[in-house]
């Protein structure tokens, strides 16, 4: 018997330690991917293209089969950049680009000095106010609103808002943080927003520069590898998350994209790499598919569920990992309301090993690359993890600020579940 013990002791802590995490390992992952190489992985300085180039050369070392050409599934669409850093000076005080203002994402290029005009909001409720205020020539002014007027202006008159589009500048005031996007078109003129802490009080005039450069056919591709199943090679398990953010704004401002979705996509490659391993094989094929563009549209995914490089009946269950870096709050579940008894099964998961203080559902939502599939039928789930970082969609969500609360038991559970929907 005491021979016996430090055998069955070794055996436990190599089965404790069998999804043991990298999590070194994960860190360079995430800190590569939101590096200033990559510029925010988007659509200057060939951000995305790089990211697409790491995540084929991980492909290759974990010796996953390929599905097209080299891992490499190519599309186009249109894509607007802000090709130089942006430049804005109000009332003699320099604003920083990134810090205190951004172009929006669909701006237009202009430069100039130009006087300020405020929006006058009585335009909305009284006609006699819009009358006067609209009979101005604006060709030499920029406007100056607040964020929460946008739809109110949208709701006005056509020929108002043609009016506004002949301004020199748009500016937008936003309350509480600069959130920008990725716009497949260009604006008729430039358009700033500016945090309403950093804008002065009462300006008369500014200065401003911004250089935008619209790509009608900007081409990106997703990367698509797999590993054959043991007992069911043709039903397939799909682990998916999006690899592109929102780029940069010329050589001084970029997005890094840390938990947006550098922590979804060093989640992938983990998967990839358990699964890679001979002791790991699973007994269904499964997929891992790194989407492009999904910050333009979902477009990456949308390529794909219209082009699949293996038809789209054989998926048994899709899980999409986008936003997994936190988890002090647990972990939402996109069409946890659509799918309940796989919902289920998540939650006697995570019961039994405490692996989450909590797990959330919600039904359908088209915020992530899972909703092109649920839309053919596929059924699939859309993880993000709760608390821990308010950083996104701005210069703030970068690597080191990530905290990777409960990263290994999310990758956890996603083997379990896994692993019950093979059986």
């Known amino acids: 018997m005491k021979r016996l013990f430090p055998l069955l002791l070794l055996l436990c802590m190599a089965a404790s330690t069998g999804m043991a995490q990298d999590m070194p390992r994960v860190r360079h992952t995430i800190d590569t991917l939101t590096s200033a190489a990559m510029h925010g992985r988007g659509y200057i300085y060939q951000g995305d293209a790089k990211a697409a180039g790491y995540i084929q050369n991980r492909f290759r070392q974990l010796v996953l089969q390929a599905l097209s050409q080299d891992y490499f599934q190519p599309f186009r669409f ?37 006087q300020v005009l405020p929006l006058d909001t009585a335009v909305f409720s009284d006609a006699a106010a819009a009358r006067k205020f609209f009979s101005q020539n604006f060709k030499d002014k920029a406007i100056v609103y607040r964020q929460r007027e946008q739809k109110r202006i949208s709701q006005l008159p056509q020929p108002y808002q043609q009016q506004l589009q002949q301004a020199k500048l748009q500016v937008v005031l936003q309350p509480k943080a600069l959130l920008t996007s990725v716009a497949q078109v260009q604006a008729p003129l430039p358009v700033l927003e500016v945090l309403e802490s950093a804008w002065p009080t009462s300006p008369k005039n500014l200065t401003f520069a911004v250089q935008a450069q619209l790509m009608p056919q900007h081409e990106a591709q997703n990367v698509v590898g797999y590993i054959k199943g043991t007992a069911q090679p043709d039903s397939f398990l799909v682990f998916t998350a999006h690899y592109d953010h929102l780029g940069g704004q010329g050589k001084e401002v970029y997005f890094p994209g840390a938990n947006d979705n550098a922590s979804g996509t060093a989640m992938l490659l983990e998967l990839a790499a358990y699964y890679s391993q001979p002791q790991h094989r699973p007994r269904y094929s499964i997929a891992f598919i790194a989407f492009a563009a999904e910050e333009a549209g979902l477009l990456g995914s949308t390529y794909y569920t219209t082009h699949p490089l293996f038809s789209l009946e054989r998926i048994r269950f899709l ?50 690359d899972h909703y092109p599939f649920s839309e053919k039928g596929v059924p699939a789930f859309f993880f993000y993890t709760l608390g821990g970082t308010a950083a996104y969609h701005n210069t703030n969500d970068y690597a080191t600020q990530l905290p990777l609360t409960k990263f290994e038991n999310v990758f956890k559970l996603i083997v379990d579940f896994a692993e019950r929907l093979q059986e």
């Open 319 to 368: 899980v999409n990992l986008d936003l997994l870096g936190t988890g002090s709050e647990g972990m939402m579940v996109v069409n946890g309301k659509v799918h309940e008894a796989e919902f289920r099964l998540l939650q006697q998961l995570n019961e039994a090993q405490q692996y989450l203080s909590q797990l959330k559902a919600r039904g359908k939502a088209a915020n992530s």
């Open 78 to 114: 249109p894509v607007n950049t802000i090709v130089e850093t942006p430049q804005l000076k109000v009332a003699g005080c320099v604003l920083r680009p990134g810090q205190d203002f951004v172009a929006n994402a669909a701006s237009a290029s202009g430069k100039g000095k130009t």
